[in-house]
C-alpha cells in the first residue's frame, strides 16, 4: 500500500469552502441515518415482519424467499442517487446498517425491555455481506445491468448461508411434550405470544415438496431471479423521487 | 380571545404531556371485542380455574377447564379447522411448560370438532415478578380470539433468578433465555464491524458536492481510487468466502439440524360432556328486553332422569346468570363475571322425572350490557347461544348447549 494509492480524491474546494461542504457532508449523513432507519426499519417491519422478529418463523423456504426480496429495495434506491451522482458506493451497505441500527434497538428496548422476549428469541437476520458485495460489485462494474444480475443474485444467495450460522443451533432438536422441535419451535411454544399463534406461520408452504428436503436452494435461487428484477424497479423509483437540484445550486 | 386561545392551547399541551408521562396500565386483552355472536356460539367455557393466585418466580400455576364447541357454529366465522389453545398475558412474563388437551400433550395447534367437548390444562411457570392478568383463550383461524375467564396473578421473587434449562437431542443441555445469544451478537457485531469499515473508508473523505463537481467536470475516474477497487474485488472474492466457510462448518457442527416443524395435533374429542343424558332442553324462542337488560329464553325441557331437576345456571361468553335457589354464588374473582340472582324461572318447583315442561327463563343483569354482550342485536348474526346447567337432588350436573334467534325488545 502506498502513500500515493491512500490518497483522497482532489478537492475542488479549500480553506472555508472545504469546512463548509465538509459540514453540509455531515449533515446529509446525519439527516440519512436517521431516515433511513426509520423508513427502512418500517419497510421491513411491515413486509418481512415475522420472518425477522421471531425464531420460529425463520424457516427454509419463505424466509429466504421474503428477506432479500424485501431488503434489496432501499439499497437499490439509495444507490440510485449515490453512485450516478456522487460516485459513493456505500449506498447498501448504509441502508443495512440503518435497518440493523433500528432493528437492534427495537429488538433490545421493545421486544426484551417492554414485552420481556428473551433476546435470543428475536435475533434479527443480518444481510451486511449481501450489501457489501452489491456495493462492490456496483464500484467495480459501473453497470445497472450487471450489478441487477450479478450482484442482485449475490444480494440474495448469500443470505441463507450468512444467517445459518447464527440460526443453525436453533434448529437442534428437542423433544417436547412427545414431539420432535426445533429449539426455535419450543420458544413460540413457551414463551407466549398472545396474538400470535403457531399456526399463523408462514413455513414449510408450498410445492417444494417434490425436490427432497433441498428446498432452500431452490428458495434463494428464486429469490435470486426476483432480486435481478426487484433491484432496477427499485433502482429507477429511488432515481425517480430523489432529486440534487439543491447541489446543483451550491 | 387570542390570550384565550393562548391559554387554551397551553392547558392542551400540558394535559397531553402530563397524559404521556403517567399512562395508566391497560388492563383487559380485548375479551369484549369480539362480536357477541362469535363469544356466545363458538368456545363455551365453563370450570376454569387456576391452582393458585400468588406464587414465585419458577413456580408453577396449573390452569385446568373445559370448552364446549358449539354445533350452532356461525356461518360467518371459519370452521375451527387450526384452532391454538393459547393464554394471554402482558408478554411472556410466565412461559407454558406443558399443554394437555383431552389428557393428551399438545405443542401446535389442532382441529377442533363441531359440538365436541373438550378439557384442557395448562402448566404456566412464572417468570417476571408482577401483577398479571391471565386468561386461557382459543385462537381461530380466520376469526380471532375466543377468549375464556380471566385470574389475577402476583408473582415475587427476582427475574434474574429465573431458570429455563432444556435437554436437546443430542444430549446438550441448555438455557433457552441465554442460548445462541452471545453467538448471534458475535457474527452480528464482526459483519458490523465489517460493513462500518467500508463507511468509514468512503465517509472519511470529501463527501457530496466536491464529488458530484469533480463528476459533472468529467474528473469521476480520479474518485475510484486503485486502492477502492482492490478492495471492492477483495470483497467480492473474501466476504463470500468467509460466508460459505462459516455455513460449512455450521453445518459440521449441528449435523442433527432439522427445519421448523409445521405438523398439527390430531386431538379427538372427549365423549360427549354436554347435551348428553336425560334432561334435553329445546330453546323456542328468545327475546332480549332492551330497558331491562335481561334475556326471555321460553324452552321446552324433558326431564328423563330419574329425579327431579331445576334449572341452575345459564352460562354465556363467560358471564354466570345464577339462579341462588340451586347453586352457591362463586367467590374471588369469578364473581365479578356472575350475576348472583341474574337467573329465574318463571315456575320455581322442579321438573319431575318424566315430564316435558315449557318454562320461560330470565337471565337478567348489567353484565349483559357491561361485557357489550346487548350489542348481539346488532350483529349480522342475531342468533344467541350459551350452556344451560341442570341440578337434580344428589347434585348431578346436566349441561346443555342451547342456541335461538333473538328478537329485541326496545320497550
Not at chain 1, 24 to 33: G, K, N, P
Not at chain 2, 70 to 95: E, H, K, M
Amino acid at each position: 500500500m502506498t502513500g500515493k494509492s491512500l490518497d483522497i480524491p482532489a478537492r475542488p474546494y479549500t480553506g472555508e469552502k472545504a469546512r463548509l461542504s465538509r459540514a453540509y457532508d455531515y449533515l446529509i449523513l446525519v439527516l440519512a441515518l436517521f431516515l433511513f432507519i426509520g423508513a427502512f426499519h418500517l419497510h421491513v417491519a411491515l413486509t418481512v415482519g415475522d420472518w425477522d422478529f421471531w425464531q420460529d418463523w425463520k424457516d427454509r423456504q419463505w424466509w429466504p424467499l421474503i428477506t432479500p426480496l424485501m431488503m434489496i429495495t432501499f439499497p437499490a434506491a439509495v444507490q440510485a442517487v449515490l453512485w450516478p451522482n456522487f460516485r459513493l458506493p456505500l449506498g447498501a451497505t448504509l441502508c443495512i446498517s440503518c435497518l440493523l441500527i433500528g432493528t437492534w434497538i427495537t429488538r433490545f428496548f421493545a421486544y426484551h425491555m417492554w414485552n420481556f422476549f428473551p433476546i435470543n428469541e428475536v435475533l434479527p437476520a443480518t444481510m451486511l455481506p449481501s450489501a457489501l458485495v452489491l456495493d462492490a460489485i456496483l464500484m467495480l462494474s459501473n453497470s445497472l445491468t450487471v450489478t441487477s444480475i450479478f450482484g442482485g443474485m449475490a444480494f440474495a444467495l448469500l443470505f441463507y448461508p450468512t444467517n445459518w450460522p447464527i440460526f443453525g443451533m436453533f434448529h437442534v432438536p428437542v423433544e417436547y411434550g412427545g414431539a420432535q422441535l426445533t429449539v426455535a419451535d419450543l420458544f413460540g411454544f413457551q414463551y407466549i405470544r398472545a396474538g400470535t399463534p403457531e399456526y399463523l406461520r408462514i413455513i414449510e408452504r408450498g410445492t417444494l415438496r417434490t425436490y427432497g428436503q433441498y428446498a432452500t436452494p431452490l428458495s434463494a435461487f428464486c429469490s435470486a431471479l426476483l432480486c435481478t428484477l426487484m433491484y432496477p424497479l427499485w433502482w429507477y423509483l429511488g432515481k425517480a423521487f430523489a432529486t440534487t437540484k439543491y447541489v446543483e445550486n451550491i | 380571545m387570542k390570550m384565550s386561545l393562548k391559554t387554551l392551547f397551553s392547558a392542551a399541551c400540558l394535559g397531553l404531556c402530563a397524559g404521556a408521562l403517567a399512562p395508566e396500565a391497560a388492563l383487559a386483552h380485548g375479551e369484549k371485542a369480539l362480536e357477541p355472536f362469535v363469544r356466545m356460539r363458538t368456545i363455551q367455557w365453563y370450570d376454569v380455574a387456576w391452582s393458585k393466585a400468588k406464587l414465585n418466580v419458577n413456580e408453577e400455576v396449573v390452569i385446568t377447564g373445559k370448552f364446549h364447541v358449539n354445533a350452532d357454529w356461525p356461518r360467518g366465522v371459519a370452521q375451527p379447522d387450526a384452532t391454538y389453545l393459547n393464554v394471554s398475558a402482558p408478554g411472556p412474563v410466565f412461559i407454558r411448560t406443558e399443554r394437555y388437551l383431552n389428557g393428551q400433550s399438545s405443542v401446535s395447534s389442532s382441529a377442533l370438532k363441531l359440538g365436541g367437548d373438550y378439557e384442557f390444562k395448562i402448566v404456566m411457570k412464572a417468570r417476571i415478578p408482577g401483577r398479571f392478568h391471565l386468561h386461557p383463550f382459543v385462537n381461530l383461524h380466520d376469526a380471532g380470539s375466543v377468549v375464556g375467564p380471566g385470574q389475577w396473578m402476583e408473582v415475587e421473587g427476582d427475574a434474574s433468578a429465573f431458570t429455563n434449562q432444556i435437554k436437546t437431542l443430542d444430549g446438550s443441555l441448555i438455557d433457552m433465555e441465554t442460548y445462541g445469544l452471545a453467538n448471534g451478537v458475535a457474527w452480528h457485531g464482526f459483519w458490523i464491524a465489517l460493513g462500518s469499515a467500508w463507511l468509514l473508508w468512503w465517509v472519511r473523505r470529501p463527501l457530496f458536492i466536491p464529488r458530484y463537481k469533480m463528476l459533472h467536470a468529467g474528473q469521476d475516474a480520479s474518485l475510484i481510487s486503485p486502492l477502492d477497487r482492490k478492495i471492492g474485488a477483495a470483497i467480492i472474492f473474501a466476504v463470500p468466502m468467509i460466508v460459505l466457510g462459516a455455513n460449512f462448518v455450521t453445518d459440521l457442527r449441528y449435523p442433527n439440524a432439522i427445519p421448523l416443524q409445521a405438523a398439527m395435533d390430531q386431538i379427538d374429542p372427549l365423549p360427549p360432556a354436554v347435551d348428553v343424558g336425560a334432561v334435553q332442553v329445546k330453546i323456542q324462542r328468545a327475546e332480549y328486553n332492551v330497558p331491562a337488560r335481561a334475556m326471555i329464553m321460553t324452552a321446552l325441557l324433558h326431564n328423563g332422569s330419574d329425579h327431579p331437576v331445576r334449572v341452575g345456571e345459564f352460562s354465556t361468553a363467560n358471564v354466570r346468570f345464577l339462579n341462588p335457589s340451586v347453586i352457591q354464588p362463586p367467590q374471588g374473582e369469578g364473581a365479578a363475571l356472575a350475576a348472583r340472582e341474574g337467573l329465574s324461572i318463571d315456575a320455581a318447583d322442579p321438573i319431575a322425572p318424566g315430564e316435558t315442561r315449557t318454562i320461560r327463563i330470565t337471565a337478567e343483569d348489567s353484565l349483559w350490557q357491561r361485557e357489550r354482550l346487548d350489542g348481539l342485536i346488532r350483529d349480522a348474526d342475531t342468533r344467541m347461544g350459551g350452556l344451560l346447567f341442570l341440578y337434580d337432588n344428589a347434585g348431578r350436573r346436566y349441561v346443555s348447549s342451547v342456541s335461538a334467534p333473538v328478537i329485541p325488545k326496545f320497550y
